[in-house]
Each structure stands twice: as structure tokens, then as C-alpha cells.
T-cell receptor
Framework: AQTVTQSQPEMSVQEAETVTLSCTYDTSESDYYLFWYKQPPSRQMILVIRQEAYKQQNATENRFSVNFQKAAKSFSLKISDSQLGDAAMYFCAYRSGIGGGSNYKLTFGKGTLLTVNP | NAGVTQTPKFQVLKTGQSMTLQCAQDMNHEYMSWYRQDPGMGLRLIHYSVGAGITDQGEVPNGYNVSRSTTEDFPLRLLSAAPSQTSVYFC??????????????FGPGTRLTVL
């Protein structure tokens, strides 16, 4: 079974600065997908960024980028120019690239609560 | 296009009561699932469905039932509520990934308290 570990329960950053959230995972599969979700106080789960394991290039979405290290099974999220609206719980998630049944599920880490200080 | 909707948003039950959490999606997604979120635990899969008439258990299925009679709806039933079922419940849906890339869309969640 796959596992996802987020070792930082809480992080804080000053507005306009850069912060990196850590995520490691364990899998025996070679084909998979990794995601970062943001959950603001509204509770809504919002997809921030995703990475296909077969792609060596790191994904970027505006101020959000990832550092994907497949051999190390590491998938960190970098938020640049942090804004007050970035304050939220962030979840790292894994999904198998193999189709069928339970492989469609997302396996989540326990989350990192990000505080942005003005 | 409403996406994934869940009702109710909040619910308080007494131990032993039963209830159904509703989930509906209007995106013609084959895959639907229920997660529960507990503090410090992330989201854990309760049940899932890959199409109408097909359901299966996830990681934490005990105390919950599901059915999928239509593509749009995937209700979650609590048979006899227990305090351990106090949680936030999320419904999610996606296309079954032939491309294996399809995003899962989440509903707004239901906060359930069992006294």
C-alpha cells in the first residue's frame, strides 16, 4: 500500500517571502500521479498543482512549483511571493497510474497548516 | 454546472440514529467516492464507486453503507451513528482515467457531530 508523509504539521511564512512544504511518499509503482491540495477555512478542497511521475520536468502553476525527486520519493511544494490568501491547510496526495477500482483513490498525507504573517 | 454538491452542510446526531449524506454531481463522472477528514489524519477513503451499480469498500468502511443507482448520485448512509463517526465528510468525483490524469472534484463537505 502507498503511504504519504508530511513531516511539517505547521509552517509559517512572512508575506511576500517563499516557503517550501515537504512531502515524501512510498510506493512500489513506477506510474503514478502526485498532487497538492489547498484547504482554506471554507473547507473546500482546491487542487493547486499536479505532477505525473513519468515527467522529469517539475510542474509549475504561477507562484506554485514543485520539486519532484522520483528516486528519493520526494515531492515538495514551493510557494513564492506568499500572499495572505495562501494561508490554509495543504495536503499532499498520491494516486496510482494503474487503472481500475481502488487505484482511482487518492492517498493523502496528514497535512501542513500554513500561516502567512503580514 | 453545479459540480459536486453535498447536503446537508452541518448535522448533529445522537448516538444510534441513522442518516444519509447526499452527494450529487452533474459532470457525468463515472468515479465517485466518500472520504472522511479527522484532525491530524488527512482524508481517508470510506467507499467508492466506478459506475452505477458498482461500489466497493475503501480504507475505513465500517459503519457506512453506499449505493449507486444513478451516475449522478452517491449517498452515504450511517446505519447507527457513533461518536467515532464525528468528522467532516467529503464526496469526490472524476472521470475514470483512461488518461490516468483526470482531476477529482470535491464537494464542500458535511460536518457531522454525533453526541
Amino acid at each position: 500500500a502507498q503511504t504519504v508523509t508530511q513531516s511539517q504539521p505547521e509552517m509559517s511564512v512572512q508575506e511576500a517571502e517563499t516557503v517550501t512544504l515537504s512531502c515524501t511518499y512510498d510506493t512500489s509503482e513506477s506510474d503514478y500521479y502526485l498532487f497538492w491540495y489547498k484547504q482554506p477555512p471554507s473547507r473546500q478542497m482546491i487542487l493547486v498543482i499536479r505532477q505525473e511521475a513519468y515527467k522529469q520536468q517539475n510542474a509549475t502553476e504561477n507562484r506554485f512549483s514543485v520539486n519532484f525527486q522520483k528516486a528519493a520519493k520526494s515531492f515538495s511544494l514551493k510557494i513564492s511571493d506568499s500572499q495572505l490568501g495562501d494561508a490554509a491547510m495543504y495536503f499532499c496526495a498520491y494516486r496510482s497510474g494503474i487503472g481500475g477500482g481502488s487505484n482511482y483513490k487518492l492517498t493523502f498525507g496528514k497535512g501542513t497548516l500554513l500561516t502567512v504573517n503580514p | 454546472n453545479a459540480g459536486v454538491t453535498q447536503t446537508p452542510k452541518f448535522q448533529v446526531l445522537k448516538t444510534g440514529q441513522s442518516m444519509t449524506l447526499q452527494c450529487a454531481q452533474d459532470m457525468n463522472h463515472e468515479y465517485m467516492s466518500w472520504y472522511r477528514q479527522d484532525p491530524g489524519m488527512g482524508l481517508r477513503l470510506i467507499h467508492y464507486s466506478v459506475g452505477a451499480g458498482i461500489t466497493d469498500q475503501g480504507e475505513v468502511p465500517n459503519g457506512y453503507n453506499v449505493s449507486r443507482s444513478t451516475t449522478e448520485d452517491f449517498p452515504l448512509r450511517l446505519l447507527s451513528a457513533a461518536p467515532s463517526q464525528t468528522s467532516v465528510y467529503f464526496c469526490a468525483s472524476s472521470f475514470t482515467p483512461l488518461a490516468a490524469y483526470n482531476e477529482q472534484f470535491f464537494g464542500p463537505g458535511t460536518r457531522l457531530t454525533v453526541l
